[in-house]
């Protein structure tokens, strides 16, 4: 994710095609566009190492044009992570990330 500059909180690149190396920290970017007066509920990220459920992490966002958010993960173990956005039990979009030593 950007620090500055005219992408300050832009998704600044993915996950290399060859991986990461263990111990990582990634940062899972999202953007909504939400009605204003609307309330979104049940949104999260869930977090699979492998098939074994990690970390769940809840994301609260408001009736926007274009409302960002973000988590970060440390991936410290090797193997297949799966990062899956949910909105109540609706998959809305899932990535994978292999770390390797």
């Known amino acids: 994710m950007a620090a500055d500059g005219d992408r300050k ?38 977090v699979k190492h492998g098939d074994v459920v990690r970390p769940t992490k809840d994301i609260s966002i408001r009736g926007s044009l274009r409302y960002r958010t973000w988590r970060t993960f440390r991936l410290n173990k090797v193997g297949t992570w799966t990062f899956t956005i949910l909105d109540g039990d609706r998959e809305l979009q899932t990535l994978s990330v292999s770390v390797h030593e």
């Open 9 to 46: 909180n832009e998704c600044a690149s993915e996950a290399p095609s060859d991986g990461v190396e263990k111990g990582t920290s990634v940062t899972v970017w999202t953007a909504f566009m939400l009605p204003q007066a609307e309330v979104s509920r049940d949104l999260m990220i869930q």
